[in-house]
């Protein structure tokens, strides 16, 4: 088992920037990678970043590249999301995923971000 909790969100003008953290306990040496996803309201869940514990190998949404980085302790059992530039479509609740060597998904309670002009 692997728990998630995230931390980091709140309100913040358009233009301004946010870190969210998420802090990995429980199994963490099964985890092989770790990632942001956020859902606005009446929206599917969607992928922001993701990045692997191996060899830190990152992806991102079209949306965030070049606004937002995230990065991992050498330890692994922790992720941030570094929001820069922040717009209104990023208001949305931010979730913390973590996928296991056995494809197992583990999510976390999630933080909300809202981004007011």
């Known amino acids: 088992q692997v728990q998630l909790v995230e931390s980091g969100g709140g309100l913040v003008q358009a233009g301004n920037s946010l870190k969210l953290s998420c802090v990995a306990s429980g199994s963490i040496g099964i985890i092989k990678a770790m990632g942001w996803y956020r859902q606005a309201p009446g929206k599917q869940r969607e992928l922001v970043a993701t990045i692997t514990i191996a060899g830190s190998a990152t992806n991102y949404a079209d949306s965030v590249k070049g606004r937002f980085t995230i990065s991992r302790t050498n330890a692994g059992n922790t992720v941030s999301l570094q929001a820069n530039r922040l717009k209104l479509d990023d208001t949305a609740v931010y979730y913390c995923?973590?996928?296991?060597?056995?494809?197992?998904?583990?999510w976390g309670q999630g933080t909300q971000v809202t981004v007011s002009s």
């Open positions: 995923n973590a996928e296991t060597i056995w494809s197992s998904q583990y």
